[in-house]
């Protein structure tokens, strides 16, 4: 099924009010059922005997936390309530699209690393000192960050919380409710103070926005997984190969 790209009625003010409040809930059942899963699975590798850093142990639960518990709350709104989407193979103009959107979606993980280390240089630091200290860690960390967890994340963003407010705001509320959104589900990639962890998921909130804008162009969730999924692999191959070039 094809997703619609306008506002099809003018919503009323009780349809606005009854989307956010949707989406809301949405995203803090999402947040909260990822915390449970994810304190639920460190918990298990603690008790059967896992021996690593406590932060490590945390990021290895959160990761298939936020997979376990975005898949259940994205996937039964859009099956029992959500809008309709669409998962089809990309056309050659969408493939376009995916190329061009890459590009930027890249470029602005760069500058946030660029801008983060000049703040905090601890901060760009924590992944490479993964790297020599626990490389399989950080090959699954890899594997999820790159693979799941771009699926589940766009499915829940893209998919539910975007295409919910595109019914009531049109496109480009959308875009910018679902990226608002984003921002706060980031703020402990960039470890540090407050400030440094604010600035940072902001700057991911912009990338975001290059996947709300191209889920938007071409009407098709693949395209912004494919998108946020090669954006994310790109930074971890440039912090590994960093440590072991």
Do not use: C
């Amino acid at each position: 099924m094809s997703i619609p790209l306008g506002v099809e009625r003018l919503a009323s003010s009780n349809d606005r009010l009854r989307a956010v409040l949707t989406v809301l809930a949405l995203f803090v059942v999402a947040m909260i059922a990822m915390v449970v899963v994810g304190a639920t699975i460190r918990a298990a590798l603690i008790w059967g005997g896992a021996e690593s850093e406590a932060m490590v142990l945390t990021a290895l639960a959160m990761a298939a936390g936020e997979v376990v518990a975005f898949a259940l709350v994205a996937g039964g709104y859009l099956r029992s309530a959500g809008p309709s989407v669409s998962i089809d193979w990309p056309s050659r103009r969408e493939a376009g699209v995916i190329v061009g959107a890459v590009v930027l979606a890249t470029a602005l993980g760069a500058a946030q690393r660029a801008v983060l280390g000049e703040l905090d240089p601890e901060t760009t630091a924590y992944g490479a000192d993964l790297v020599r200290a626990a490389p399989v860690v950080y090959a699954v960390l890899a594997i999820v960050g790159a693979v799941l967890a771009p699926i589940v994340e766009e499915l829940l963003f893209r998919g539910a919380i975007q295409g919910r407010l595109r019914t009531v705001t049109g496109p480009v509320g959308a875009i910018g409710g679902a990226s608002l959104l984003f921002v706060p589900l980031h703020l402990t990639v960039a470890p540090g103070s407050p400030l440094v962890a604010l600035l940072g998921a902001s700057m991911i909130g912009l990338t975001s926005v290059v996947f709300g804008v191209a889920y938007e162009r071409t009407g098709t969730l693949t395209v912004p997984i494919v998108v946020h999924a090669a954006s994310n692999a790109v930074f971890f191959v440039l912090i590994a190969g960093r440590v072991l070039l």
